[in-house]
């Protein structure tokens, strides 16, 4: 047996090798299993030895094959029986899933998003998500989890931005670390591979649309872009990256040297698997121009350093016919089959092959994580993001309040809660392709998706009975959801009416929808709407991958509803369900409050009702910036100098002669039933060098009388530097429990080295000067000022430990 991967690499054939490099297609799978309906995993156990005679080296979309979620660990194990004895090697499938809020898979336990999770503010909260959700994948049988998104959301017409966290670098990077780190655990055998993507700067296309072009300089894209994901490679060991679908300055990440080989590898440090997006290998020929056909792209892409194509073997499908054609050099393919075989090494996937004196055997699945355990964190962290943007004192509803009104479609449904990326979403695309294919099995038509990978022909599905249907489907899998009518009965006192008014929703406020909205309210103390746009694959989404908008307005006039209920004279909460930010101007002037709730999951009912009735007090905080028109898009906060809404010191920034250039609900912002009053930041020491740390004192007092949570946050401006500075960058931040009446002292730290720049000689340094230092509620709610001085000569800096501020309470006060 061979005694290393260096030993079982030079024993493989060419073939071999190549086949460790994807897996077959679906389609291929699917027809295999479709050979014995009444179990078809020993057909496919019987099949795939003569479709994959050299092996399997990764497994895609096996949950389509196998809906139940039940029934998926024993579904994949004999699949991987069949795999390891496919080949002269038995070296299993790495088998993969999306894994951004839980598993995602249909009847998986489902968490709030990542644009949520950004918005607790509490990265702890993630790393035990992503914790749990290890223990469920490797209960199913998966090593490889497609997750997280590293990408910097800058332009919410982009139809993805609930998958990220957010606008900032920083911020992005201390929830990707807290999410590797959970995922893979200590030790990879123990883990999950995570997988950082969409490398790199994917989610700030041009025009806001899917796959465009960016449009950002270099030194931008090393400093902010690539930021979080070397605080995931240095700081957490991420295992595996995905390429982004753009290109930028004219050349595809997917095959370009520059990005995936001097980017990521020589200067980010990545020593691990770089996996294609789905069909990006393709794009090469069909969207770019870059490459002839299949073949050429295959060989572009692996040369540039890309090591597996997703989701199948399509352009890397003759990719040992090109090196015995002389096309390609066999090295390049050993370079990439190594790095494969590598990481199922370090999984632990290999020990019976490597002579480690362990049986021939699939991967054994773990123990599940427990359900209530799962169920209890999802409630928590949907509790923590709920975010309130403004209130005139409305909130929360006095328990003395006679007759409520929960106005609006969205306010009866729990399917608005979800992303793209969840297995209610998964569910409607599996049901409806299914549908479509059976139709034009019947009828004869064509079976127009555009291939399973295609979002836009998956959109051109039909969808019959939409939304109600999915809205069904959805309770039948998340039996554990109530809508925030359901909730806010629950948990108002028994002298409270809830009164409903179902009418009006992204998909259309009619005339009548008004009026009887307008007649549910009258006579209510208090009305809450609920607004906000559908996330998702199939349907007539608003939001979700392909799904990009030029107008950020609440879809289906829902203003309107929101401004007839206002104009009767009742006090009017406005609850939008959203995983971006969306115009709100005309709703923030007509309502007293306004409630963000950003795709929470299945407990968005019970966490908004909550802190509508005053049960929770509201701590979630903006991980991005909302416009106040559309005219300001892209808006985000710590623009350079010079640019965006402020200059330095707060200060406004260049100006529109016709509207605000400063945004509605700046990044940072949130407000509870409370306030925080700041004492003076006091610095620990006035001078620190490169290599050391810079801490920040602040006294917190709450003001109010009750129990609130305020989140703390510390950014910095270089006063003078080399090369343009932001305005302000996020350094730390800390969500602080703060009882009413009572004070306490938090110290803020971070690296010195994460106030780093490229200068003009193209080295990482730490220069000399004055760092202006910040401490606030939001970044445009400053409450207190300090500086340091970084003393010595420029200093070029090692690029490890440069990342992650902490914070500490430092004692009662």
């Not at 999410?179 to 990879?188: A, E, I, Y």
């Amino acid at each position: 047996m061979p005694k290393s991967v260096g030993d079982l690499l030079r024993r493989m054939s060419l073939d071999e090798k190549v086949a460790q490099l994807s897996g077959p297609a679906y389609e291929q799978l699917a027809v295999l299993a479709m050979g014995n309906p009444d179990d078809p995993a020993e057909a496919l156990a019987k099949g795939l030895p003569q479709l994959a005679p050299h092996g399997v080296g990764h497994l895609a979309m096996v949950g389509g094959l196998c809906p139940d979620l039940d029934a998926l660990p024993g579904f994949i194990a004999r699949i991987q029986e069949a795999v390891m004895g496919a080949g002269r090697f038995p070296i299993p499938a790495l088998v993969h899933l999306e894994a951004l809020n839980g598993v995602v898979h249909p009847g998986a336990p489902t968490y709030p998003t990542a644009i949520a999770q950004a918005a607790t503010w509490n990265p702890a909260l993630v790393g035990r998500m992503a914790t749990v959700t290890r223990e469920r994948l490797r209960f199913l049988g998966v090593r490889l989890a497609l997750s997280p998104v590293l990408d910097i959301t800058r332009d919410p017409r982009w139809g993805r931005g609930h998958e990220t966290y957010g606008e900032d670098p920083d911020l992005a990077a201390a929830f990707g670390v807290a999410f590797v780190r959970g995922m893979q655990g200590d030790d990879l055998r123990g883990g999950v591979a995570a997988c950082g993507k969409h490398f790199i700067a994917y989610a700030t296309p041009q025009a806001g649309l899917n796959c465009a072009g960016t449009l950002v300089g270099p030194r931008t894209l090393r400093e902010q872009y690539a930021r979080p994901f070397e605080a995931a490679i240095r700081e957490a060991g991420l295992a595996t990256v995905m390429n982004s679908y753009s290109e930028i300055d004219g050349m595809p990440v997917a095959a370009d040297p520059g990005m995936l080989d001097t980017l990521l590898r020589r200067e980010l440090g990545f020593t691990g698997t770089v996996v294609s997006d789905y069909s990006s290998l393709d794009h090469l020929a069909t969207r770019f121009g870059l490459a002839a056909d299949a073949d050429e792209a295959g060989s572009l892409a692996i040369t540039s350093g890309m090591d597996v194509e997703f989701p199948e073997f399509r352009t890397f499908a003759r990719l040992g016919d090109l090196v015995r054609e002389g096309r390609l050099d066999e090295g390049i393919v050993d370079r990439a089959a190594r790095r494969v075989l590598d990481l199922k090494a370090d999984l632990g996937l290999l020990d019976h092959v490597l002579d480690r004196g362990v049986a021939v055997t699939a991967p054994e699945p773990a123990d599940v994580a427990d359900l209530a355990e799962e169920l209890a964190l999802s409630r928590a962290m949907a509790v923590e993001a709920v975010t309130l943007l403004q209130n005139d004192g409305v909130l929360p509803i006095p328990p003395t309040t006679r007759r409520v009104a929960v106005v609006g479609e969205l306010g009866a449904q729990i399917r608005v809660h979800y992303g793209a990326y969840s297995g209610v979403a998964l569910q409607e695309l599996n049901v409806s392709v299914v549908e479509a294919w059976l139709h034009a099995a019947q009828t004869g038509e064509p079976f127009q998706t555009g291939g399973l990978d295609d979002t836009q022909g998956m959109r051109a599905i039909p969808t019959p009975d939409f939304p109600h249907r999915f809205e069904d489907m959805a309770r039948q899998l998340e039996t554990h959801a109530v809508s925030i009518g359901d909730a806010l009965e629950r948990v108002v006192g028994g002298a409270t009416e809830v009164v409903r008014a179902s009418f009006g929703g992204p998909e259309g406020t009619s005339a009548d929808d008004l009026a009887r909205a307008v007649q549910a309210v009258d006579g209510t103390d208090v009305a809450i709407v609920v607004v906000g746009e559908r996330t998702g694959w199939v349907g007539p989404v608003t939001a979700g991958e392909q799904v990009d908008r030029q107008d950020l307005r609440l879809p289906g006039d829902q203003e309107a509803l929101v401004e007839a209920v206002a104009a009767m004279g009742v006090p009017t909460v406005v609850v939008v369900a959203s995983g971006r930010p969306l115009l709100l101007d005309r709703v923030s002037r007509c309502a007293d409050a306004v409630l963000w709730a950003p795709l929470l999951g299945p407990a968005a009912g019970l966490a908004v009702a909550d802190v509508l009735v005053g049960n929770t007090a509201p701590a979630g905080r903006l991980p991005v910036t909302f416009p106040a028109s559309l005219g300001q898009v892209p808006i985000f906060h710590g623009s350079r100098a010079g640019s965006g809404y402020d200059k330095p010191g707060g200060a406004d920034g260049p100006t529109y002669i016709d509207g605000p250039s400063r945004p509605l609900f700046p990044f940072g912002h949130g407000l509870t039933y409370t306030e925080f009053a700041y004492g003076d930041a006091v610095a620990d020491a006035a001078e620190v060098r490169a290599g050391e740390d810079l801490s920040v004192r602040v006294d917190i007092t709450n003001t109010g009388d009750r129990l609130a949570e305020e989140v703390v946050q510390l950014y910095a401006r270089d006063v003078v530097a080399s090369t343009v500075r932001p305005v302000r960058q996020l350094l730390a931040f800390a969500r602080v429990q703060v009882p009413a009446g009572e004070t306490r002292r938090v110290r803020l730290s971070a690296p010195v080295n994460a106030l780093a720049l490229i200068d003009p000689a193209d080295r990482l340094v730490v220069e000399p000067g004055t760092i202006d230092l910040m401490v606030g509620s939001s970044s445009a709610d400053i409450r207190a000022r300090t500086s340091v001085v970084v003393t010595g000569e420029t200093a070029e800096i090692p690029r490890a430990g440069r990342f992650l501020g902490n914070s500490e309470e430092i004692r009662p006060h």
